[in-house]
């Protein structure tokens, strides 16, 4: 056991600090590991976070989500009774964070969401060594390899070329994925306007904001059939909405760890699955887990069990949290349907 954590209903809670980590009600006093809206919620005392995780809670909820922010820059140390706490790239999405809990040398990391992939848009993950380790678990079954994202990006530009008249809609997520998908598409020497669902803007234009190079971009407004042989991103739902009908017979794309599941891409009605995963997959959680070098492994947020089981066959302790109110589908974060 943790003496610097336990589990409680509203989440992740260092009695020793007084805070909680991405609580699921509104607390006190709470630090935030990134903008999706499972991990961040409006209506807190107190948030310390990075910078970028602030600005995007302020983008999505209004300057007021909080009572005070507090910004703490990657690796900057802020002491909470006698804790040291301190915020380490989680390579999620811009911003993200792990949290580093430190009191006289016993050191605690929650992962919060995290992946080892490369990704242009976000700081790249930084393994930090603990003793006792929370990891997410989204991908916690060995089924789950993604590939590169590359390899996923240049489906969509074959695809792209197979059909030059057809306009190709991709559904991906506002926080993180949307932007990925653009700036791997911009690495593959796509350099052609990328048109966008009103949806997907706001965010997009803070990546821009925060220095991520991702070329043309141009609101999808009120055109439809005129984007035959375009690429326009939208969130997944609107895939099969009605807004989709705008462009004729459009090939339909969906970018997420979820399309190695042909049932999933189906559901989605996504006859392009785009295996593109913003969090680790089983080999990468089994060797972040190995290289902490922690003993003590806390299991959240998806397959729990299995990764439970892989700690114990490899000497780790292990214990699944089985927290209420966190999504165990990949990054939800509540895009509107309505074009905004
Ligand atoms: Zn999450
Ligand atoms: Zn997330």
């Known amino acids: 056991m943790s003496d610097l954590l336990t589990v409680t209903p509203a989440g992740l809670f260092c009695p020793a600090a007084g805070a909680y980590i991405d609580p699921v009600r509104p607390v006190e006093k709470a630090i935030i590991t990134h903008g999706h809206a499972d991990h961040a919620r409006a209506g807190h005392g107190a948030v310390l976070a990075t910078r970028q995780t602030l600005d995007i809670m302020a983008i999505r909820n209004g300057a007021d989500f909080c009572g005070s922010a507090q910004e703490t820059g990657y690796g900057e140390v802020v002491r909470s009774g006698d804790v040291e ?48 380790f929370v990891t997410e678990a989204t991908f916690g079954l060995p089924v789950f390899r993604h590939p590169p994202a590359r390899q996923e990006v240049e489906k969509l530009l074959s695809s792209l070329d197979l059909f030059p008249g057809q306009t190709h809609l991709v559904g991906a997520y506002a926080l993180g994925k949307a932007q990925r998908v653009i700036a791997e598409l ?15 803007e ?31 991103l939208c ?80 000497g780790r302790n292990a214990r699944p949290l089985n927290m209420i109110g966190y999504d165990e589908d990949e990054d939800t974060d509540n895009t509107p349907a309505v074009e905004i």
């Open 186 to 200: 911009r690495a593959a020497g796509y350099h052609k306007t990328i048109y966008l669902h009103g949806a997907l």
């Open 202 to 232: 706001k965010l997009t234009a803070y990546y821009q904001e925060q220095g991520i190079a991702l070329g043309p971009i141009e609101p999808v407004a009120k055109r439809g059939k005129e984007l035959s042989g375009e690429i326009v």
């Open 85 to 132: 706490v301190s915020l380490h790239p989680a390579g999620h999405v811009l911003g993200s964070a792990q949290v580093l809990l430190n009191r006289a040398g016993r050191r605690t990391v929650v992962s919060g969401d995290y992946k080892r992939q490369a990704d242009p848009t976000c700081t790249p993950f930084e393994l930090v060594p603990c003793e006792t």
């Open 235 to 314: 969130p997944p739902g609107q895939l099969s909405d009605r807004w989709a009908r705008r462009f004729g017979d459009p090939v339909a794309a969906m970018a997420s760890g979820w399309m190695r599941v042909r049932a999933r891409a189906r559901q989605r009605g996504a006859e392009l699955p785009l295996i593109v995963s913003d969090h680790a997959d089983w080999d990468d959680l089994c060797r972040t887990i190995l290289e902490t070098g922690a003993q003590e492994i806390w299991v959240t947020h998806g397959a729990e069990e299995a990764l439970v089981h892989w700690c114990e066959m490899n």
